[in-house]
């Protein structure tokens, strides 16, 4: 099974500020990913990069976690992030993922 990362800064591509609060764009990014009927989970990292003019950045990150999905929709969904948050790019990984599921109750 294949694992996908998205990972999407918030600092805008013009502006390098981040526009909005990290919760609005969380709540928009579980929209996208509602609209393409796939199963996700995200979270927020920090983290720094550098401007191809050397400008440092620190940034919040959210990276969306994708298993089990067709490669076209992976892409579909992150350029539609990519637009929505205006960034300059985002950033797909993908992998082989091993997973199983363990289902246990407490006696009753």
């Known amino acids: ?50 401007h191809d003019d050397g400008t440092y950045v620190d940034e919040t990150t959210l990276v969306l976690t ?12 992150a350029r539609d992030l990519c637009a929505f948050f205006r960034q300059e790019s985002v950033m797909v990984t993908a992998s082989d993922a091993e997973v199983f599921f363990i289902r246990e109750r407490l006696g009753e």
């Open 66 to 77: 994708v298993l089990d999905a067709e490669p076209d929709t992976v892409r579909e969904i």
């Open 1 to 50: 099974m294949k694992k996908y990362a998205i990972y999407i800064g918030l600092r805008d591509a013009e502006s390098r500020e981040q526009r909005f609060d990290t919760e609005k764009y969380r709540s928009v990014l579980k929209h996208v990913c509602r609209s393409y009927r796939t199963a996700f989970s995200v979270h927020a990292v920090e983290g720094g990069y550098f």
